[in-house]
């Protein structure tokens, strides 16, 4: 089962505009991450926020996580063509097994920009 | 550094067939993963090994197998391949599982017919 799920599905905006995505999750964890893909390539590691923090700057992108609601928002600032692509929220597993804490994905969220 | 390599980039397949996809990395992580992509599923873990000799089962394991000979390579094995496999592969790795970012291939999108 998906521990993270994205919300929304699919996002249009046009150049310049903000995207939002969020992303709910299940169980306890050490670690969020945001993922890119762009259509037919692997995923590239966007950003990182630990269980501790709660805000996180990147560029254009800024993180939030709320682990007393276990959500985490991605937000993209002056939105470009180029930001077009699918985003995918990852958690561990908080540690529950000792072999690890494996990173799961979400569905992801399709965003795609308009010129 | 070339990161983490995947070979064959795509596949097709007859229904029955095996095969090896294969998955390198060249930054001495020591976490190494195999996920399946699906539309509209994300991707779901298939096996995942901690280090060398070492590996387990993640979410969706039925129907490949793995092993952890070396730290760099990470081969899934498909033991006979049925179309419900049909699917895109990728390989991450990472320095150390859970902790870190990780690192994907481009993928190996195989098709089983």
């Known amino acids: 089962s998906q521990q993270g799920e994205e919300d929304p599905q699919a996002l249009s905006i046009q150049e310049g505009e903000n995207a939002t995505m969020n992303c709910s999750y299940k169980t306890s964890i050490n670690n969020l991450q945001w993922y890119r893909q762009n259509s037919g390539r692997g995923l590239v590691h966007l950003i990182l926020?630990?269980?501790?923090?709660r805000e996180k700057h990147s560029g254009r992108l800024r993180v939030t996580l709320d682990t007393s609601k276990k959500s985490s928002s991605l937000l993209i600032t002056a939105s470009r063509a180029a930001d077009t692509a699918s985003y995918f929220c990852?958690?561990?597993?908080?540690?529950?097994?000792?072999?690890?804490?494996?990173?799961?994905f979400g569905g992801g969220t399709r965003v795609l920009v308009k010129p | 550094n070339a990161g983490v390599t995947q070979t064959p980039k795509f596949q097709v397949l007859k229904t029955g067939q095996s095969m090896t996809l294969q998955c390198a990395q060249d930054?001495?992580?020591?976490?190494m993963s195999w996920y399946r992509q699906d539309p509209g599923m994300g991707l779901r873990l298939i096996h995942y090994s901690v280090g060398a000799g070492i590996t387990d089962q993640g979410e969706v394991p039925n129907g490949y197998n793995v092993s952890r000979s070396t730290t760099e390579d990470f081969p899934l094995r498909l033991l006979s391949a049925a179309p419900s496999q049909t699917s895109v592969y990728f390989c991450a790795s990472t320095i150390r599982e859970g902790r870190s970012t990780y690192t994907f291939g481009s993928g190996t999108r195989l098709t089983v017919v």
């Open positions: 930054m001495n992580h020591e976490y």
């Open positions: 990852a958690t561990d597993g908080g540690g529950i097994k000792a072999a690890g804490n494996k990173l799961t």
């Open positions: 926020i630990r269980s501790n923090e």
